[in-house]
């Protein structure tokens, strides 16, 4: 190409190529970038929310149990004393 005026040479359009992949490049990164903060962040609350469920439920057989062991044991006293 000639240089004259507005004319544009081929060094000045690699250039420019190179600069609007850098963009895109960029802009993709950090598309990817708040994808994989979304989907730890959900990963991160189903932990939470699953281990809140084991609490729960730990705490739901530890009464039973213990409802069961005062069951057997008011048994056994009314055994003794009948």
Not at 33 to 45: E, F, G, I, M, S
Request: hydrophobic share 35%; with cysteine.
């Amino acid at each position: 190409m000639k240089l004259a005026g507005g004319d544009i040479s081929g060094e000045d359009l690699g250039t420019r190529n190179l600069v609007q992949q850098n963009i895109e490049l960029r802009k993709r990164l950090d598309e990817e970038h708040q994808n994989y903060k979304r989907k730890l962040q959900a990963y991160q609350d189903g932990q939470q929310r699953q281990a809140s469920l084991v609490q729960k439920l730990q705490a739901k057989v530890v009464r039973a149990k213990f409802e069961r062991e005062v069951e057997c044991l008011q048994s056994v006293a009314r055994g003794l004393f009948a």
